[in-house]
């Protein structure tokens, strides 16, 4: 991501002072305003995964909860949970 100088300063000094990551924040920030403008929310669209760890993408595509664990997920949805 290419940031003027100015601009990358602020986000630097507001990762520092509240303790984000630069990458865990832009990608939240990224999320809510996709959700925000409701992308992604239809039926058919493709997000676009690459490179992140498998959990994230099993957790985009189905919308699994964070703090449910795949295999409680998938009993949820199969009706055992």
Avoid at 26 to 31: C, P
Avoid at 62 to 75: F, I, L, N, V, Y
């Amino acid at each position: 991501m290419l940031l003027p100088e100015h601009e990358y300063e602020r986000l630097d000094a507001y990762c520092r002072d509240r303790g984000h990551k630069k990458s865990t924040l832009v990608a939240r920030l990224i999320r809510q305003y996709l959700d925000m403008e409701g992308y992604g929310a239809q039926a058919g669209i493709a997000l676009r995964t690459w490179g992140a760890p498998e959990s994230v993408r099993r957790c985009i595509r189905a919308r699994r909860p964070r703090d449910s664990s795949p295999e409680q997920w998938k009993m949820e949805r199969a009706g055992a949970g």
